[in-house]
């Protein structure tokens, strides 16, 4: 029974009890009468035997092995200390003491967590058992024995450096995704270590079914919860990835191992063919004769497997792991079928009729299932069998058939069709053309008519090949105007939902309750996004205020413009006198000027051929409307495009272009929100990487933005886009789906239909200043808690004994009562209290709060030019606690604010340089030496700008006097008082860094 139990998975409990069993039958056995029981079988030999083999499969878990391992030696032990007090057993006990030692060096030598209390327990065995002269010696020996897995076990690598004992405990502490993040820092090392790349693989596989096992158990108890089946589904298909990558990197290693490995797969995954597959493959290769080498003898042979995997009824109701078997297994049958004799090619009568049982019976059950196999493979090898035995008739035949049930699929009537011609079956051939290209619901039609056009060019007289042109126009005109009527319909349905502002259209498809636009702000706009905490029920608020971006449009003939003194009003209208107005029963509402509207004006073109280039998408486009801006971006295995059109007129045009060809091959096109997806409620502090491995399993993703956190801290949200729709169809799979205790995932399509305007922040936030530093962050909660529910406190050191808190309320309502905290006293300190600015770098900050803020900033400089804010920090964050981080577009180069100068100057000292997605950065002392240019803002922070005279670019010059060159980043509010300056201190170097830190 334990041996079955352990097969399958990794456990330290079931270890842990077999060997407390082992040790209870051993000691029941030496307790015994002398009488033949069933005990006789547990001897010294036979348990010593089997706590060794489990211990050694402990040893995979570093941190827990010692659990199993520690029973055993204190079960050697104490053997040995009876031997000891038997003086008629010297030569008993002098082989146990080596047996014993050597025990404890191999354990030295295996990577574990608690190498302290095994040197604990042999220093005293060593004292006890070896003459005194050779305890150092020994004691030695047994240092260098572990200075290699010590050194393994604190092995960092990765950028940021990462160490592998750290990641063990990270993981064990955490879940799947912990896992799978320290499986990929194992297999991506500079020299990856196989025990330890096993271990993890074994650990995950533990995770990953144990996490399978309590969704089955949640859906048990309530069967009709659609969010519990959902995640079920995610837990199952997790599981299903770990075994079939955990198999792939097991071929690299020996067939043995490999064998037992999958044999264990097929019992924890019956349903997976690929698990079969790989089973069966490995069976092939381990038994197949070789001339060096006696053949291999394995337990089960190919058929058996086979005749298994289908008894077990789990394979046949889904199509491609169905497939993925019957493959296997019929193209080992037809290796078997032809064998060379005497130089000749001869065909096995049996393995011949035993392929073509295999495949027509697959054939049979394939087509059961609902559209059956669109991809006809098994279709295509029965006929491709055919014709090299050869026996084309059979080959037509099965062709044939797939026509007649694959009625609608370009590719059945095509695979027909170049048999018959490689038969010279032209008349045959012509029919089928004629056939196939009056078929309704043709997918893709223009497949079929190209290659009859080909076809009468190869085959046919003149007068065929002007008629053929002339029917295949005419179906090409009918196909465009059912494809028209079909996207002007849907159009319609569109506008009415765009309609007057007013998104009140309701949709089948899942919808983000919030979403402004789909692509992240750059240049310091942030565009309006919903925060983590938004509601789809929630009213609808007030606009935020801010100022204009370059990707807003504006209309000037309706939008005034104001002068100088503050009148609104145009250019001509100053000119002109003022015209009487008739009088108006409300007052007149500016018009709000027309925005860039990317989410409704874009599509995604995919499945585009690798010299695509942008004049290829100009010309696909040319009769749907003008384009704003095209951008192709090239995936690992794909080429996919975005364009972005002025207007939403021109996407139903521009959807028309779907199947199209662009240099031969056929794209695909779609609007672009529909393959985006907006996403929250994830677990603070996860990456851009975990976010990809999450749901990257779903389809290829082009694209993951990142909120800026200049604004807000809070924020946790991103959007996640695919490369077709479908897969972001799937994805929603994940909506609800709780990775966290009380944390259930957000996943919504970014259907801006249901668009809202983000509530501005500073109607909602409070803040604080005269806040001394003995102040926490929970006494300001109880303090400001009364007056309604709190969202979010924050503390950002000042300089001095100061502190300035910002307190963000959920309801403005809430905001407003604390207000009258103004004036209030804590701990001897009159409190400011007054409405947050949410612009950055309106609110005032205290004398020498820039100096201070530029102290514990550094500069980046060699940033790439699609770097987003959100990603940086989230890098920068694994080696230090950041506070924001500030691009300076225009310049490449970044400000990061931290929380302390010592992170800074530990940051400097540590990583001079750091590697952010394949380039370099170089990371630099922030202060006024530096010029700065750029359009960003920031609250709190300002980068200076050296002048003459050591005068910052920021300060006013007196009367008369003429002033340096202004910097436009504004990195802290300017300081009321002007006796603070740094324009003539000199930078600080790595001494001054390294006694600030008292190195």
């Known amino acids: 029974l334990f041996s079955a139990a352990r097969k399958d998975y990794l456990s330290i409990p079931v270890l842990r009890f077999q060997a407390l069993t082992l040790i209870n039958l051993y000691t029941r056995q030496q307790e015994g009468d002398g009488e033949a029981t069933s005990l006789d079988h547990w001897t010294e030999e036979n348990v010593r035997n089997q706590l060794s083999e489990i211990s050694s499969l402990a040893a995979q878990h570093i941190s827990k092995s010692h659990d199993v391992w520690d029973l055993w030696a204190k079960w050697e032990l104490e053997l040995l200390e009876e031997l000891n007090a038997n003086a008629d057993m010297e030569d008993e006990k002098e082989e146990a003491v080596t047996r014993i030692d050597e025990m404890f060096l191999a354990r030295l030598r295996q990577p574990h967590s608690n190498y302290n209390a095994t040197s604990e327990l042999y220093s005293p065995f060593v004292s006890s058992y070896f003459p005194d002269t050779e305890y150092e010696s020994r004691l030695v020996a047994a240092t260098k024995a572990r200075e290699l897995p010590l050194k393994q076990l604190s092995w960092r690598e990765g950028n940021p450096k990462r160490v592998r004992e750290h990641l063990e405990l990270r993981a064990q502490n955490g879940g799947f995704l912990e896992w799978k993040q320290y499986l990929a820092w194992e297999i991506g090392a500079k020299k990856p270590q196989r025990k330890f790349i096993v271990a993890v693989y074994e650990r995950l596989l533990d995770c990953a079914s144990r996490e399978r096992w309590s969704a089955l158990c949640a859906v048990q108890d309530s069967p009709s919860d659609e969010t519990l089946s959902e995640a079920l589904k995610v837990k199952a298909a997790n599981l299903r990835d770990v075994w079939e990558e955990y198999l792939t990197y097991a071929q690299t290693g020996d067939s043995t191992e490999l064998l037992n490995l999958a044999r264990r797969a097929t019992r924890a995954l019956p349903e997976s063919g690929t698990v079969w597959a790989i089973y069966m493959r490995a069976v092939e290769k381990a038994t197949r004769p070789t001339d060096d080498m006696e053949q291999f003898e394995w337990e089960e042979s190919i058929p058996d497997i086979y005749s298994r995997a289908l008894q077990i009824n789990l394979l046949q109701t889904s199509v491609e792991d169905f497939v993925a078997v019957t493959l296997t297994r019929a193209s080992w049958s037809r290796r078997m079928c032809f064998v060379e004799e005497e130089g000749e090619t001869v065909v096995d009568p049996d393995r011949m009729a035993d392929v073509i049982q295999i495949l027509e019976e697959g054939i049979a059950t394939v087509r059961k299932v609902e559209g059956g196999d669109p991809k006809m493979r098994l279709e295509g090898f029965l006929s491709a069998f055919y014709l090299a035995l050869p026996l084309p008739d059979n080959a037509l035949e099965v062709l044939q058939s797939a026509t007649k049930f694959y009625k609608t699929s370009s590719p059945a009537w095509l695979n027909y069709i170049d048999v018959l011609l490689s038969q010279n079956k032209i008349v045959e051939a012509r029919r089928v053309f004629k056939d196939a290209s009056q078929r309704k619901g043709l997918d893709p039609p223009e497949a079929v008519w190209d290659r009859w056009i080909l076809f009468e060019y190869q085959f046919g007289t003149v007068e065929e090949v002007e008629k053929t042109l002339g029917v295949v126009k005419e179906f090409k005109k009918a196909e465009e105007l059912r494809r028209k009527r079909a996207w002007e319909a ?435 002392e922030e202060g006024r030496s530096y010029s700065v240019a750029s359009r960003g803002r920031g609250r709190g922070m300002r980068a200076d700008r050296g002048g003459r005279g050591g005068r910052g670019g920021g300060s006013r010059a007196g009367l008369g006097m003429r002033s340096g060159p202004k910097s436009d980043v504004t990195m802290a509010e300017p300081t009321q008082s002007t006796s603070s300056t740094t324009g003539d201190r000199a930078p600080k170097k790595q001494d001054d860094f390294r006694k600030m830190l008292g190195l």
């Open 490 to 924: 849907y159009a319609r349905e569109q506008a009415a939902a765009y309609a007057s502002n007013g998104f009140t259209a309701t949709t089948t498809t899942q919808v983000a309750p919030a979403t402004a636009t789909a692509v992240a702000a750059t240049d310091g706009a942030e565009v309006a996004q919903m925060d983590v905490d938004a509601k789809a029920d929630a009213t609808t608020e007030r606009t935020l205020k801010r100022k204009r971006s370059g990707d807003d449009v504006m209309d000037t003939s309706h939008t005034p413009k104001k002068s100088k003194h503050g009148d609104s009003a145009t250019p001509a209208a100053v000119m002109q006198p003022k015209q009487p107005e008739p009088p108006k029963s409300e007052p007149e509402t500016e018009k709000p000027a027309l925005k860039r509207d990317r989410e409704r004006t874009t599509v995604l073109v995919s499945k585009l051929p690798q010299t695509a280039v942008d004049d290829d998408l100009h010309k696909l486009f040319k009769d749907c409307g003008e384009i704003r801006e095209l951008s192709i971006k090239k995936l690992p295995n794909e080429l996919v495009a975005t364009v972005e059109f002025k207007d939403h007129e021109s996407i139903p045009g521009a959807l028309t272009k779907d199947k199209k060809r662009v240099n031969g091959i056929e794209v695909a096109v779609s609007v672009g929100w529909e393959s985006t997806l907006y996403i929250t409620n994830f677990r603070e502090g996860m990456d851009d990487a975990e976010m990809r491995t999450l749901f990257e399993k779903f389809g290829t993703i082009l694209d993951v933005r990142w909120p800026s956190k200049r604004i807000k801290t809070t924020r946790r949200f991103c959007y996640v886009q695919y490369t077709t729709p479908a897969a972001a169809q799937e994805a929603l799979t994940l909506n609800g789906v709780e990775l966290e205790p009380g944390l259930k995932l957000t996943v919504l399509i970014s259907d801006p239909t249901r668009k809202k305007v983000r509530t501005d922040a500073g109607a909602r936030e409070l803040r604080v200043t005269g806040v001394v530093k003995s102040v926490t962050k929970a006494e300001l909660e109880k303090l400001f808690s009364p007056h309604g529910a709190l969202k979010d406190v924050r503390l950002v050191p000042a300089v001095g004994n100061n502190q300035t808190a910002f307190i963000e309320y959920e309801a403005e309502e809430s905001a407003e009562r604390g207000l009258a905290l103004n004036n209030h006293m804590l701990k001897g300190r009159r409190l400011a209290v007054t409405m947050a600015d949410s612009r950055p770098g309106r609110a005032g900050a205290a004398p020498g709060a820039r100096e201070e803020t530029n102290s514990r900033s550094i500069r980046i400089k060699n940033v790439p030019n699609d770097t987003q804010e959100g990603i940086l920090q989230q890098a920068l964050e694994k080696i230090a606690p950041v506070v924001r981080v500030q691009l300076l577009g225009d310049r490449n180069e970044a400000i990061v604010e931290l929380t302390s100068m010592a992170d800074a100057g530990r940051v400097l000292l540590e990583h001079p340089t750091l590697s952010f997605n394949g380039s370099t950065l170089n990371l630099l």
